[in-house]
Nanobody
Framework: QVQLVESGGGLVQVGGSLRLSCAGS????????MGWFRQAPGKERELVAS???????TYADSVKGRFTISRDNAKTTVYLQMNSLKPEDAAVYYC????????????????WGQGTQVTVSS
């Protein structure tokens, strides 16, 4: 069992930066692939970035070169550094944990956080 709590969302201007954090609890955190998803009003949930337990990462094309996912297993925390933010990045961002296939292939998660709102003003 893993519990996830996101933080770091907020209001930022176009071109600005935010760093999201997802704090996990539970002894099995380090074995899971972690994913950051987002969902904007009226849109489907999108996998933004993932990081495997060994540190391999994937990114959606829309965020490559701007977002960086990282994890600190000792702190049971995963981060999403978001730079050069655009209006289309505005959404509720969720972190999720699960096996690699669940996160990266199926774009699902076994465990989810409650979400954190990111608003980008122009």
């Amino acid at each position: 069992q893993v519990q996830l709590v996101e933080s770091g969302g907020g209001l930022v201007q176009v071109g600005g930066s935010l760093r999201l954090s997802c704090a996990g609890s539970g002894p099995t955190f380090s074995i899971y692939t972690m994913g950051w998803f987002r969902q904007a009003p009226g849109k489907e949930r999108e996998l933004v970035a993932s990081i495997s337990r060994s540190g391999g990462s994937t990114y959606a094309d829309s965020v490559k070169g701007r977002f960086t996912i990282s994890r600190d297993n000792a702190k049971t925390t995963v981060y999403l550094q978001m730079n050069s933010l655009k209006p289309e990045d505005a959404a509720v961002y969720y972190c999720a944990a699960g096996p690699w296939n669940t996160i990266v292939v199926r774009h699902e998660g076994d465990y989810w956080g409650q979400g954190t709102q990111v608003t980008v003003s122009s």
